[in-house]
């Protein structure tokens, strides 16, 4: 029975030892919170005189005076505990003020640039977009007067053809012309017309 209890408390033992083992794996892998960064940085006061200066007084009159003394002094302290602790969040409140302008300003001029950013991209994209639409209208305007050159022309050149043709009419009608080459002229004629 003995051995059996000795056992028992062996096992407890080493589950104890291996739940102590992981807890301090665990702990050295964590990440330190700022509430530990804050703790191990943290500026404790000085122990208070006030604890264990209490001394058994030898009557009850001198016991209450002394509390009353006691008392006093607490509140004197906790007075000035908390005028220190307001001036702190007070400064803090103030340098959380100070970061969150300076942020604000640091955004404000981010986003300025971006602005300036876009608007140079903007202005740019739009000369090419100008110069673009130049060029394209100079090659159109170019491409109608050449078009209309080529119809000037081509009107030219069928006027010309049918001047040439109405003299050569004017100039064979004035001429005698045998009535069986008559006929041969008038389909020629027709013929060349047809064509144009």
Known sequence: MAAALLRGS?????VNEHHHLIILRYSSIAKQSHHNDHSQNQV???????????????????????????RRDYAKQVK????????EMELQRQEKLRKDEALKLQILRQREERNKAKAAAAQA?????????DEFRQT??????????????????????????????????????????????I??????????
């Open 10 to 14: 062996r096992s407890i033992q080493n």
């Open 80 to 87: 000035e505990l908390r005028k220190h602790y307001i001036n």
């Open 140 to 185: 159109l305007m170019k491409e109608k007067t050449e078009k209309l050159e080529y119809w000037r022309k081509r009107e030219q050149a069928i006027q010309d053809r049918k001047n040439s043709k109405k003299e050569l009419i004017e100039r064979q009608s004035s001429l005698w012309i045998d009535e069986e080459k008559l006929e041969e002229q």
């Open 125 to 133: 994209r739009a000369l090419q977009r100008k110069a673009f639409e």
């Open 44 to 70: 404790y006061l000085k122990p208070s005189t006030i604890i264990g200066s209490w001394e058994a007084p030898k009557s009850p009159k001198e016991a209450l005076t002394k509390l009353a003394l006691l």
């Open 187 to 196: 389909m020629r004629t027709e013929d060349d017309n047809v064509d144009l």
